[in-house]
């Protein structure tokens, strides 16, 4: 199947009432694993490339990669994403490189850092919408900060979404998504409790959704932090940091109420991880590097499967027939934004 615009696998999800993960992707096995779950449990997918997994893997490896997940899974829609794009160059050149979604993170200054104010987001954003559309390529914005610091990206200060304000960045930029801040942040370290209303505000997605039932609701931040999978590196000499994640009751709360792209990036980490570390421990004479790799491919192949089902998007994969990037920017060139 050639790849798909996330505009029209979200467009498909809202219809179906199903949300879609976007697995983050750095190398091989990681790509492997999220297909071999795709095209077990028949689901469209999203996988998504950071900055820093662009600059490990290199642009055309890493992009070559991913398409030849979509050449061996004709069945599974897949869109290609940039993660975390801090400036509309890095947006032009994953969708120079033939990326079908780009997410511009105006949320935060250029160096990924330090929160930017709203108009200045607004305007980086726009440019970026403007650019994107014209070639049918799909824009997720993001309002609101994150807490945590990953990989030196994040500014540590939590900035929950303002509904209302969240309502004018749509009017204003065009984007397909909105990335909110709800009080997740990235890492295995989100929570130090069970969280409730008072650490996670579901309350903030639902209010944005009745604004604005057209703009797909993106959560970051989503993984559920298993710890079991903490337990398990543990268990194999690892040491990791971690917390509580975000329940997978309330991603499912979520998407009955505008969700529609789950950022998953730490579960499949620590997933590969527990798989690898554990076949060093077990078998100290398996130097080929394939055992680990079979290891890694095989564990993130495991938590995408549960996912899959758990987001209800198991069994959409043959739903519908994917639209050319020249047909969607052709919807957007007459004022239309949706695929559907
Ligand atoms: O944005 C956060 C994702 O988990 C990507 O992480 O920048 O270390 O690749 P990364
Ligand atoms: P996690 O760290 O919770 O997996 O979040 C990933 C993410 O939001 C990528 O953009
Ligand atoms: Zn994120």
């Given at each position: 199947m050639p790849l798909v615009t996330m505009r029209q696998?979200?467009?498909?999800?809202?219809?179906?009432?199903?949300?879609?993960?976007?697995?983050?992707?750095?190398?091989?096995?990681?790509?492997?694993?999220?297909?071999?779950?795709?095209?077990?449990?028949?689901?469209?997918?999203?996988?998504?490339?950071?900055?820093?997994?662009?600059?490990?893997?290199?642009?055309?490896?890493?992009?070559?990669?991913?398409?030849?997940?979509?050449?061996?899974?004709?069945?599974?829609?897949?869109?290609l994403h940039q993660d975390h794009g801090n400036s509309p160059e890095t947006c032009i050149s994953a969708i120079e490189l033939g990326f079908t979604s780009v997410m511009m993170d105006g949320s935060l200054a250029e160096d990924a850092k330090t929160p930017l104010d709203f108009e200045a987001n607004v305007a980086v954003t726009k440019q970026v919408v403007d650019y994107a559309h014209e070639r049918g390529v799909t824009v997720e914005g993001e309002l609101g900060t994150l807490g945590g610091i990953e990989d030196g990206v994040g500014s540590g200060e939590v900035h929950l979404t303002d509904p209302a304000q969240a309502e004018e960045f749509v009017e204003r930029t065009g984007v397909d998504a909105l990335a909110v801040a709800i009080g997740t942040s990235h890492g295995a370290y989100k929570f130090s409790r069970e969280p409730d209303g008072d650490v996670l505000d579901m309350e903030i997605i639902e209010d944005i959704h009745r604004r604005l039932p057209d703009t797909h609701i993106v959560m970051h931040g989503s993984s559920s932090v298993p710890a079991e999978l903490v337990e398990r590196v543990r268990a194999a000499g690892g040491e990791v940091d971690a917390g509580f994640g975000v329940p997978i009751s309330a991603i499912q709360r979520g998407i009955e109420h505008g969700v529609r792209k789950v950022n998953i990036d730490t579960d499949g980490r620590l997933a590969m991880t527990a798989a690898m570390r554990e076949l060093f421990r077990d078998k100290p004479g398996d130097w080929d590097p394939r055992g680990p790799g079979k290891a890694a491919r095989a564990g993130q192949k495991l938590i995408c499967m549960q996912r899959m089902q758990e987001l209800g998007m198991a069994g959409h994969a043959g739903d519908y027939e994917p639209m050319s990037l020249q047909d969607m920017a052709a919807r957007y060139a007459a004022g239309v934004r949706t695929a559907v």
């Amino acid at each position: 199947m050639p790849l798909v615009t996330m505009r029209q696998l979200l467009d498909e999800a809202a219809a179906g009432a199903y949300g879609v993960a976007a697995f983050n992707v750095n190398n091989m096995e990681q790509i492997q694993g999220i297909m071999d779950a795709a095209q077990e449990t028949q689901s469209p997918v999203i996988v998504q490339a950071s900055r820093g997994a662009r600059s490990y893997a290199g642009d055309r490896f890493l992009y070559h990669l991913m398409l030849a997940a979509a050449e061996t899974y004709p069945d599974i829609p897949v869109a290609l994403h940039q993660d975390h794009g801090n400036s509309p160059e890095t947006c032009i050149s994953a969708i120079e490189l033939g990326f079908t979604s780009v997410m511009m993170d105006g949320s935060l200054a250029e160096d990924a850092k330090t929160p930017l104010d709203f108009e200045a987001n607004v305007a980086v954003t726009k440019q970026v919408v403007d650019y994107a559309h014209e070639r049918g390529v799909t824009v997720e914005g993001e309002l609101g900060t994150l807490g945590g610091i990953e990989d030196g990206v994040g500014s540590g200060e939590v900035h929950l979404t303002d509904p209302a304000q969240a309502e004018e960045f749509v009017e204003r930029t065009g984007v397909d998504a909105l990335a909110v801040a709800i009080g997740t942040s990235h890492g295995a370290y989100k929570f130090s409790r069970e969280p409730d209303g008072d650490v996670l505000d579901m309350e903030i997605i639902e209010d944005i959704h009745r604004r604005l039932p057209d703009t797909h609701i993106v959560m970051h931040g989503s993984s559920s932090v298993p710890a079991e999978l903490v337990e398990r590196v543990r268990a194999a000499g690892g040491e990791v940091d971690a917390g509580f994640g975000v329940p997978i009751s309330a991603i499912q709360r979520g998407i009955e109420h505008g969700v529609r792209k789950v950022n998953i990036d730490t579960d499949g980490r620590l997933a590969m991880t527990a798989a690898m570390r554990e076949l060093f421990r077990d078998k100290p004479g398996d130097w080929d590097p394939r055992g680990p790799g079979k290891a890694a491919r095989a564990g993130q192949k495991l938590i995408c499967m549960q996912r899959m089902q758990e987001l209800g998007m198991a069994g959409h994969a043959g739903d519908y027939e994917p639209m050319s990037l020249q047909d969607m920017a052709a919807r957007y060139a007459a004022g239309v934004r949706t695929a559907v």
